[in-house]
C-alpha cells in the first residue's frame, strides 16, 4: 500500500485485508491514513512496513464513525527489520481501534479514540493523549503489556488506562496531565497496574463511566512516585 491509504464509505460493509497465513504482510511502504466511514468492520490480518519503504512508516488510524478497524494478527515492522513502523490513533468518531499483541517498534500514539489491546502494544514507547483540544483518549487493556506509557500534557480531555480480565499494565506510567485507571465494564472486573507509576497528575481509580460495576483494581508499582491526587 503506498500513500494513499484506506478509506471505507459510510454503508459499506464489512471488508478484509490480507490472509489467514501468519507469514504473509499487508506492507506498507510510505505513510499513509485509513479511516472507517462506515459502522462496519475494516481488518486487516498482519499490517507490517514494507522493505521497499525509504524509511520509516507512521499509518494513521481513524474510526470515523462507529465502526471499527482491527488487526487479527501482529502488527510488525518490515520483514527484513530495517524499516520501523509506527501507529497513529486518531479517531473522529466512537468506534474502536483493536489489535492483537505486536512486536512493530516506530512507537504508538493513541491521539483521541480508543484502542483496545490484548497484549503488548508494539516495542516501542506509547503516548496517550494529544498536547492540545478536548478530545479524550483511551487504551484498554484485556492481557498483560510491558509498555512503557507516557500521559502528555496539554490537552483536556479524558485521558484514560482501562482493562479487563486479566488486564495488567506492567510498564511504567508517566503522568504529565490527569489520568483515570479502572474499567468501564457493566460487570466487575479486576485490572493490575504493576509498573510504577509517577509524575505531576492526578489519578483517579474506579469506573472510568457511568455504571454500577465495582472494579477491583490494584495499583502496585513498587515505587509510585507521581506528586497529585489519588
Known amino acids: 500500500l503506498g500513500g494513499g491509504g484506506i478509506t471505507v464509505n459510510s454503508g459499506a460493509g464489512n471488508a478484509t485485508l490480507g490472509t489467514s497465513t501468519a507469514s504473509l504482510l499487508v506492507e506498507a511502504s510510505a505513510s499513509q491514513t485509513?479511516?472507517?466511514?462506515?459502522?462496519?468492520t475494516l481488518n486487516s490480518r498482519r499490517l507490517g512496513a514494507s522493505n521497499t519503504a525509504t524509511g520509516p512508516v507512521t499509518v494513521t488510524l481513524n474510526a470515523a464513525s462507529t465502526g471499527t478497524i482491527s488487526f487479527s494478527l501482529a502488527v510488525t515492522d518490515s520483514?527484513?527489520?530495517?524499516?520501523?513502523?509506527?501507529?497513529?490513533?486518531?479517531s473522529a468518531g466512537t468506534g474502536n481501534v483493536s489489535m492483537v499483541t505486536s512486536t512493530f517498534t516506530g512507537g504508538l500514539f493513541v491521539k483521541r479514540g480508543l484502542l483496545s489491546s490484548s497484549g503488548n502494544m508494539g516495542g516501542?514507547?506509547?503516548?496517550?493523549?494529544?498536547?492540545?483540544?478536548?478530545?479524550?483518549?483511551?487504551?484498554?487493556?484485556?492481557?498483560?503489556?510491558?509498555?512503557?506509557?507516557?500521559?502528555?500534557a496539554g490537552g483536556s480531555g479524558l485521558a484514560a488506562l482501562t482493562g479487563s480480565g486479566s488486564g495488567d499494565y506492567q510498564g511504567t506510567i508517566t503522568m504529565n496531565r490527569d489520568l483515570s485507571i479502572g474499567s468501564v465494564s457493566s460487570t466487575n472486573q479486576t485490572i493490575a497496574y504493576s509498573g510504577a507509576?509517577?509524575?505531576?497528575?492526578?489519578?483517579t481509580i474506579g469506573r472510568v463511566a457511568t455504571g454500577t460495576s465495582n472494579p477491583t483494581v490494584t495499583v502496585s508499582?513498587?515505587?509510585?512516585?507521581?506528586?497529585?491526587e489519588t
Open 124 to 152: 516501542g514507547s506509547v503516548l496517550l493523549g494529544d498536547t492540545s483540544g478536548s478530545n479524550d483518549a483511551r487504551i484498554n487493556l484485556t492481557g498483560i503489556a510491558t509498555n512503557n506509557i507516557t500521559v502528555q
Open 197 to 203: 507509576i509517577s509524575g505531576a497528575g492526578n489519578l
Open 79 to 90: 520483514p527484513d527489520t530495517t524499516k520501523k513502523l509506527a501507529l497513529v490513533i486518531d
Open 34 to 40: 485509513w479511516t472507517n466511514n462506515a459502522t462496519t
Open 221 to 228: 508499582g513498587a515505587s509510585n512516585s507521581y506528586r497529585g
